[in-house]
């Protein structure tokens, strides 16, 4: 087993030894999906101890051991999840603001069922062009079994092109781009976010060759994973 | 990591419902021949038989309104664990809690809906739980909630029974969860959960692998690709459990993996064999339409591997399409505990059939 068990907490383990029938063991269940949107990025983390690192998952979380997570503990530990999870956005690393955490019974964590839910999200103004987005989840790497993937963006301006993972799943990288058709209308209210080439962009829109547009879109951004 | 090794499974001696669920392959279904329309009308009836056998207090609780909240109310955990959807218990009623008249009349129920082949499908993982309870009930803690086997497999009506009207058919326990929606002559089976713990065991003096076709036609498909469609198919990253789980719903991931369009017409009807254990299960006139649907759009569905190619091993696929989604994922790096789910991203509940 790779994550420390303190004396106690193998003593409640062995209270409970049914509970390593059914399902996870040894291993910590870390599942994310990144969600890209135009103006955020959320990431939903599902967290499932497994039977034997319950406990101290549990008393990491439970600091002042009254049995029960407060709100206080559950926020803790979720900005504790989040400081060790690193994303950087076009090589810039931006700040994710946890949105809410859940967190089940210390009987379901003990039982292999109980999973703890993380939703956190960092704004952006996401301009047209080409991007990447890293990923890593550091958190209790001694015992975490990791899972991230990258959701199909709900709107069709963004493209995902590439997803690139460590053999553990602990990292991706996504490529992905944002067309600039919506965009280029959408901007034209607030033109400083465009400098330079967004006039010329206009202009080829104005000719109707949108897909002129995209290909320079393309080449001024060229994606790292191509 | 450890994978926990099970001891002798307990001598399987008194089982209250063997009856009823062993005689399952034998109920009647309406699938082979009997038209869509054909299938939701004895589904229609064989509800209201079942309804018709509750008191007026078990009545209230199978009848459920059919609604967002209701009806993505399921799971893959046991009896005990608050489920992905925050609720504590499953919609309807559970076996344990009825007559052997009206466990035959539910049973009788979720018969009418599927196939022959689907219903001895779910009937075997309901007997593989029951196995995990006799195995685990003598070591479990008093004061442990956490329960398996058939008492804890739960029947729910979502809405009224109609030949022309939405509603939906539950019925799921730990490893099992089928929502059928029915609208009008359509029966739709996504989101489906099928798993099982242990996958190999002994039922009736009768080796059961409940869902050892779904692996071995894998392991066959994965085998019969080329090098190069090979190298496509295996994703260079552990996969140690699945993604589009329950409390997922309407979230639908890049897809990756070979392209079938690179197939041939061999490997083609393989990958179909292989789709055809989940689209199965239900009745086999809405099993026919589903899969002439996936077949239109076969050349843009992804076939994705992570694991070892030699059948035994313990390997996680995914079969991604416009249309469908099923997701294979043994468990903790074993070949034990199995976990499968069965989506469709556009038509999960039925969606492009109700109006909202």
Redesign the interface.
């Known amino acids: ?2 994550c420390r068990l303190r004396l106690g907490s193998i003593a409640i383990l062995l ?13 910590y ?1 870390q ?1 994310t ?1 990144l969600s890209l949107a135009l103006d955020r990025l959320v990431l939903k983390i599902d967290l499932t101890p497994g039977v034997e690192v319950a406990p101290v998952i549990f008393a990491r979380i439970n600091t002042n051991r009254d049995g029960r997570i407060s709100a206080a503990e559950g926020r803790a530990y979720a900005n504790q999840v989040l400081n060790e999870i690193v994303i950087e956005m076009d090589g810039r690393k931006p700040h994710l603001d946890l949105v809410r955490s859940e967190f ?2 210390f ?2 964590m003990r ?1 292999g ?3 703890i839910r993380i939703e956190a999200r960092t704004t952006w103004t996401l301009a047209p062009g080409t991007h990447w987005l890293l990923f890593r989840n550091n958190h209790r790497h001694d015992c975490g ?3 991230v ?4 963006p709900v709107s069709p301006e963004i493209e ?1 092109t590439a ?1 690139q ?5 602990r990292e991706i990288r996504v490529g992905f781009r944002r067309s600039g058709f919506c965009a280029v209308f959408r901007a034209s209210a607030d033109r400083h976010f465009f400098p330079g080439p967004f006039q010329f962009r206009m202009t080829v829109i104005r000719r109707g060759v949108v897909s002129s547009t995209t290909a320079l879109i393309r080449n001024r951004s060229p994606s790292p994973l191509a | 990591m450890k994978i926990h090794q099970y001891g002798p499974l307990v001598v399987l001696l008194s089982f209250p419902l063997t009856a009823s669920l062993s005689q399952g392959a034998a109920a009647p279904a309406p699938g082979r021949g009997a038209s869509v329309e054909e299938a939701t009308l004895k589904a229609v009836s064989a509800a209201k038989t079942f309804l018709a056998t509750l008191d007026d207090r078990l009545r209230s609780k199978v009848s459920l309104p059919l609604n967002a909240k209701t009806r993505a109310n399921w799971s893959n955990l046991p009896t005990g664990a608050t489920f992905q959807s925050g609720a504590t218990e499953r919609n309807g009623v559970k076996l344990g809690d009825l007559t052997p008249v009206q466990q035959e009349a539910a049973l009788a129920l979720v018969a009418a809906t599927l196939s022959p082949g689907g219903y001895q499908k779910v009937i075997n993982i309901v007997n593989a739980d029951e196995t995990l309870e006799r195995t685990s009930a003598p070591t479990r803690a008093a004061s442990s909630r956490t329960r398996f086997g058939r008492a804890e497999f739960y029947v729910a009506i979502l809405g009224a029974p109609s030949a022309t009207q939405a509603w939906m058919i539950q019925f799921g326990g730990h490893h099992l969860a089928l929502n059928i929606t029915v609208v009008g002559g359509q029966n739709v089976l996504t989101p489906s959960h099928t798993g099982t713990q242990p996958s190999n065991f002994t039922f009736d003096g009768k080796s059961v692998r409940p869902l050892g076709s779904e692996n071995d036609k894998a392991f066959a498909l994965i085998n019969a690709l080329d090098a190069t469609q090979r190298k496509q198919a295996t994703l260079d990253y552990q996969v140690r459990d699945v993604v589009a789980g329950p409390g997922h719903d309407g979230e639908v991931i890049q897809p990756e993996g070979v392209r079938v369009s690179a197939f041939n017409p061999a490997q083609r009807a393989m990958l179909l064999d292989l789709i055809k254990e989940w689209v199965g299960i239900v009745n086999d006139s809405a099993a026919a339409a589903k899969m002439a649907e996936i077949q239109t759009k076969l050349a843009d569905t992804y076939f994705a591997w992570s694991g070892p190619t030699t059948n035994g091993s313990s390997a996680y696929f995914r079969i991604h399409g416009p249309t469908v989604m099923i997701e294979y994922a043994p468990q903790r790096g074993g070949t034990d505990h199995i976990h499968t789910f069965y989506r469709d991203p556009g038509n999960d509940y039925g969606a492009k059939l109700i109006k909202p």
């Open positions: 087993m790779k209270m409970f030894p049914g509970a390593a029938l059914a399902h996870r063991l040894d291993e269940l599942a999906r089940p019974t009987e379901e039982a069922v109980g999973t079994v990791y899972l993937n990258a959701l199909v995902i997803q993972r460590d053999p553990l799943q």
